[in-house]
């Protein structure tokens, strides 16, 4: 199971809970962004590098993966700054045409910067034109694995597009399963799809530190929590042992 996370306190919970690896991002309420290096560094140094840290690389929130020129070279530079810290192990990206096709040449960019860690491509799959070409387009790229809720909401209503990319990917990149992905439902999804990585943030919601009514400066990140991720596991593993 790899766990998105956008703190410190999420990371270790992460970790405390039994996840195999960590997406880690910056504003995951909007998606999630690239984080800087100094959250990174927190994060490796909080874990004592218990398992994988996989950074994103994403400039902007939305549902618009189509980059410019510009953004492109500020991801690769991103990639460069993180990568260099010493404290990365792969990285998350994803990019598209206008049409809704891969974007080989911003893919090819970054996984040149990224080379030799690996790169996961992300839910940008899940608004391209054609899913399953793209399955086989990430591969030949050197993308290792790809993120994916079937191109649904949530995995769970994405099940059949899902098995689809499986049986596509013929296990030349693993097809990683996310979105609404809990402990009542991972065996279902597990079952109907094959697929044998999952990912998700496991979150509760906090209160604020401060009480204030006065202003508004953003939405507070829920937290991970470890026994959320832990029964998500336990589920799982009742699966995959079968």
Known sequence: MEVCVDSVESAVNAVEGGAARLELCSSLSEGGLTPTPGLLRAVSTAINEAVPIFCMLRVRGGNDFVYSK???????????????????????????????????????????????????????????????????????????????????????????????????????????VGAGVTKDNIAFILEQTGAKEYHGSARSSVKPTVDSNKLCMGKISPVTDPEQVAQTIRAAEKVLSQ
């Open 70 to 176: 510009e953004e492109v070279e500020a991801m690769k530079f991103d990639a460069i700054v993180l990568k260099d810290s010493g404290k990365v192990d792969g990285f998350v990206f994803g990019a598209l045409t206008p049409s809704g096709d891969l974007d080989v040449d911003a893919c090819h960019t970054i996984l040149q910067v990224t080379n030799p860690l690996p790169v996961t491509f992300h839910r940008a799959i899940d608004v391209c034109r054609d899913p399953l070409l793209a399955v086989s387009i990430a591969a030949d790229l050197g993308f290792k694995r790809i993120l994916t809720s079937g191109q649904e909401e949530s995995a769970l209503k994405g099940v059949n597009l899902i098995k689809k990319m499986v049986e596509e990917a013929d296990g030349q990149i693993s097809i990683m």
